[in-house]
C-alpha cells in the first residue's frame, strides 16, 4: 500500500525526531532531557495524528485529526527553535529540521483549509 504524501512525510520525520532525541539524551556531550521529550511528544504525534486522521469516521473527524496534526507540528517548530537557540543543535542540524516541518505544516494547512466545515455543515 502506497503511503499519502503527509502520511510519508510525517512519519520520516518522526524517525528523525527519534534519532535526535537520542543524540540528545545519550550521547550529546550536554545531554539535554526537557526540551527533547517534549519534543519527541509533539515531533511524533504529528504522524499518529495523520494516521488516525486517514482512517476517520467522517470528513469532520479526518479534519479535527489533521488540525491537531498541523498544531503539533506548530509546537514541534517552536521546541526546535528553542533547541537551536540554546545551541544543543548546530545551525546546520537546525535548517535540516526546518525544511521538514516547514513542509509538514504547510501541506497539514492546505488540508485543513481545504476540509474545513462548511457552515451548512454545522447544523
Known sequence: MKLSI??????????????LYRYLTMTANEREYVLSK???????????????ALRGQSRA?????????LKEACETEYWIELLKETNYISEEQFLSLQDDYKEI???LMSITKSTAPMA???Y
Open 38 to 52: 517534549q519534543l519527541l511528544r509533539s515531533g511524533t504525534s504529528i504522524g499518529a495524528n495523520v494516521k488516525e
Open 6 to 19: 503527509i502520511e510519508e512525510k510525517s512519519k520520516g520525520f518522526a524517525v528523525r525526531v527519534v534519532k
Open 61 to 69: 473527524d479526518f479534519h479535527s485529526k489533521m488540525n491537531i496534526a
Open 120 to 122: 451548512e455543515d454545522k
Open 105 to 107: 505544516i504547510k501541506i
